[in-house]
């Protein structure tokens, strides 16, 4: 038996791409998902997907009151899982737009913090928090020095998170490039373009999908001995 089975996760941004992943393999171990994103349109789509019993609710992580009153509405709850962000901020310092920069740090930085500032009272005992990074943290770009900084800071948070919130387990992931929404504003030349070379340059010879990252979350929630732990799920990109 799952030791997900019967488990409520919470999980904002688990409409679309690496969350609604989670939200799908959660629910297939038997859990009860509830998803949360911005958009209705996004929350009623991935409802059609997910089985029978799944809950959906329109959110807004940059508004503090509605991130208070989503969790009185939930109740308690075992695991929280936050995958939610608009489309990569990819542009170079010089040319960069100082107040979408702040937007996208307020999506994915800021509402993870406030979402487990006022979701971690209600996880039950042996629950856990599994937060998301990414590489460029760790291997950055020209051109992305918002999105380091972000998964710098996302790792940085969860370590301390650890600490603070113990015995709660606060972990985060770190995909690779991975084929989700998050790169539509890339023209699809350029996208298709970005996959290949990625494709060719990796081990695995692939680039991810977002099924196979959202095995990483499920792994946490399960593993009772992990906790300020960055699982890193790139096909072997930190290697090359």
């Not at 509405?73 to 929280?80: K, M, N």
Request: aromatic share 6%; glycine share 12%.
């Amino acid at each position: 038996m799952s030791l997900l089975r019967e488990q409520r996760i919470v999980v904002i941004g688990g409409t679309s791409g690496i969350g609604l992943a989670v939200a799908e393999a959660a629910a297939a171990e038997g859990a009860q998902v509830v998803v949360a994103s911005r958009r209705r349109q996004s929350v009623d789509a991935a409802l059609e997907r997910l089985p029978r019993g799944a809950e959906g609710h329109v959110l807004d992580v940059t508004d503090e009151e509605s991130v208070r009153a989503f969790f009185e509405c939930v109740g308690a709850f075992d695991h929280l899982v936050y995958t939610a962000g608009e489309s990569l901020l990819l542009e170079s310092i010089a040319e960069s737009d100082l107040a979408r920069a702040r937007r996208f740090l307020d999506t994915r930085f800021w509402g993870a913090y406030t979402a487990v500032r006022q979701g971690a009272p209600a996880i039950r005992k042996g629950g856990s928090v599994v937060l998301t990074t990414g590489t460029a943290g760790r291997r950055p770009m020209p051109g992305t020095t918002v999105a380091a900084s972000l998964c710098g800071a996302m790792e940085s948070l969860t370590r301390a998170l650890a600490l603070e919130l113990a015995p709660l387990r606060v972990n985060v992931v770190s995909p690779g490039v991975v084929r989700t929404e998050l790169w539509r504003e890339l023209p699809e030349e350029d996208r298709n373009g970005l996959f290949e070379s990625s494709a060719a340059s990796l081990p695995v010879g692939r680039v991810g999908e977002p099924a196979d990252v959202a095995e990483a979350y499920l792994y946490l929630m399960r593993g009772g001995y992990s906790t300020g732990s960055v699982v890193v799920v790139d096909g072997g990109g930190m290697l090359v």
